[in-house]
């Protein structure tokens, strides 16, 4: 059986979502361990609500189904899904995950220089090739796990392996 990454039409396409499907495990697991009964906690007053980045990071897939699909995000008109629970919270996870796994099916090389546009409101914040807003996304994807990470460390949740034992589950 071939995996999703063997499934694309391009070698190029292939790689980028390899990479999102090794983080896709680490990613899961830690959007496992949210709770939702302090939703606004947050470990400063400059940090980003717990549910609100946990969200962020369910969402993440499907920003890089939209960047192949539709090559642009528009912040006023972009759907968010509602997530109230933990299983909520997971399930719009996978549920990305899959449809970000279709949208590179048919994703070529050709298309990786095609350009996609970010905007808030229909003004242009930035734009740039797909391949390297896709590349992007799944580092954002990566950095925002991180941050979530000590989030959960702080309220006490257990972090998984996520490139290697963490302190909550290494044997030694």
């Known amino acids: 059986m071939q995996s999703s ?3 694309t039409s391009s070698v190029i ?3 980028y979502l390899r ?5 896709a495990r680490a990613t899961r697991e830690c959007l496992e361990q949210v709770p939702f009964d302090e939703p606004d906690w947050k470990p400063h007053e400059k940090s980003m609500p717990l549910n609100y980045l946990a969200a962020m990071i369910a969402e993440m897939p499907k920003w890089i189904t939209y960047i192949i699909e539709e090559g ?5 008109t972009f759907e968010h899904a509602k997530i109230e ?6 399930a719009a996870f996978d549920q990305n995950m899959e449809n ?7 994703f070529s090389d050709d298309a990786l220089g095609e350009t996609f546009t970010l905007k808030n409101q229909g003004t242009l914040l930035f734009s740039s090739p797909k391949g390297e807003t896709i590349s992007q996304s799944i580092n954002h994807l990566v950095h925002h796990r991180g941050q979530l990470t000590v ?6 949740k257990k972090i998984p392996s996520i490139y290697g034992p963490s302190a909550d589950n290494a044997v030694f």
């Not at 990479?19 to 983080?23: D, I, V």
């Not at 642009?72 to 006023?76: A, Q, T």
Request: net charge negative.
């Open 100 to 106: 970000v796994r279709k949208s590179f099916e048919n």
């Open 72 to 76: 642009n995000i528009d912040f006023g």
């Open 19 to 23: 990479e999102l499907e090794s983080e």
């Open 85 to 90: 629970t933990t299983e909520h919270l997971v």
């Open 5 to 7: 990454a063997e499934r």
């Open 151 to 156: 989030y959960l460390k702080l309220l006490g």
């Open 13 to 15: 396409t292939n790689e």
